[in-house]
């Protein structure tokens, strides 16, 4: 598809229904979804929107939020970045806290208690039809958490939802029978088992000092791991653990709800950042300006311009200050190279 045809964010119903061109010069080169998900509180941080900033290099969304006039019903906006050959999807629903605020407003004072009962699980209900949407259609998934505790509810939710997939695949089997779509997609209703990655924040309650040693060590003999890093690992571990106990992860990675990789980090916590807008505004501007001049490179055409986009976004995802070797401890990756790695796993085996 092309660019120029297709509007910077659109909703998913619009995407659909928009009769878009197919460019013949990139019909071989591969197209990744990867959907964003998650909940998001009213606290200063990255919310899922700017994340999609981070990304795609690009000013989406704004800064300070949306119009205070939208709705609360659950919906998915699009945003396809031509560059890297990424479709975009971003899931707002009632667990956003923008979103729930708005349906706390929409109910009267005079509401019932059947009638408000109704209403929430209306939301609840819309929630979770457009995350079998996302589990059915994208590559990779991140669910983004707005502090560094892994929710237990979602197990709960991925329970609920694997069970809600396997009544509607026969449904589903014979709406695409006649579609002109591989054998995995008719098979299995979706074209392929999708990646789940999970993206927390770190909160102000658990902070790192710069030299990365923690309180109580040896400063002369650094780790080799960050805390950060650290982190992340016990976060994987508990993760794991607490799915394959419920049985969401199991061997059969075919019939899961989702898959997460054996031997790469499927888990990335975002390092607190000081609270200084002037400067996160100076810094992300230097970056772009940097991220400028080294576009210098020749461009080609066909799966080779594929290779050669996804190798510049991993390269400028070294400039982030979380990257930096410090102590002697390994190098923590930024969020585009975290993502982009297994984003090249899907380009390059097809599926994961």
């Known amino acids: 598809m092309k660019e120029t045809n297709m509007c910077p964010l659109v909703s998913v119903a619009d995407l659909l229904q928009a009769e878009l061109q197919e460019d013949a010069a990139h019909r071989d080169d591969g197209l990744c979804v990867v959907g964003i998900f998650g909940k998001s509180n009213m606290q200063s941080g990255p919310p899922k929107e700017s994340i999609i900033n981070t990304l795609a290099d690009k000013h989406i969304f704004t800064l300070f939020g949306e119009p205070e006039d939208g709705t609360a019903d659950s919906h998915i906006q699009a945003f396809y970045h031509q560059e890297s050959r990424v479709l975009y999807l971003l899931l707002s629903s009632v667990c956003d806290s923008r979103q729930l605020l708005r349906a706390c407003q929409s109910l009267s ?26 589990f059915s259609v994208c590559h990779v998934l991140l669910l983004v958490h707005p502090n560094q505790t892994f929710d237990v509810s979602y197990d709960r939710l991925f329970r609920a939802l694997d069970a809600l997939r396997q009544k509607v695949l026969p449904l589903i089997r014979a709406v695409i029978k006649d579609c002109p779509v591989s054998k995995e997609w008719k098979v299995n209703c979706r074209p ?61 990675s075919s019939n899961c709800l989702f898959t997460v990789p054996a031997n790469q980090a499927f888990v990335y916590v975002i390092p607190t950042v000081e609270e ?40 400028s995802s070294f400039g982030d200050p979380g990257s930096m070797l410090m102590g002697g401890q390994l190098v923590d990756c930024s969020l585009k190279e975290f993502l982009w790695q297994h984003v090249r796993a899907g380009a390059d085996q097809e599926r994961f």
């Not at 609840?124 to 996302?134: D, I, P, V």
């Not at 990646?195 to 790192?208: A, I, P, Y």
């Open 109 to 134: 004072a005079g509401t019932g208690h059947s009638d408000a009962h109704d209403f929430w699980k209306g939301l609840e209900r819309q929630h979770c039809l457009h995350l079998l949407y996302m």
């Open 192 to 252: 392929c088992p999708p990646r789940l990655l999970f993206v927390f924040q770190m909160n102000g309650s658990l902070k790192v000092s710069g030299n990365g040693s923690e309180s109580g060590g040896n400063p002369d003999k650094p780790k080799k791991h960050s805390p950060r890093r650290r982190l992340q690992h016990a976060l994987e571990d508990q993760i794991y653990r607490i799915f394959r106990k419920s049985r969401v992860l199991t061997n059969q």
């Open 276 to 315: 200084d807008p002037v400067g996160a505004l100076l810094g992300q501007l230097r970056s772009n300006c940097i991220l400028s001049e080294q576009d210098t490179t020749t461009t080609v055409s066909g799966p080779r311009r594929y290779q050669q986009m996804r190798r510049s976004a991993r390269q």
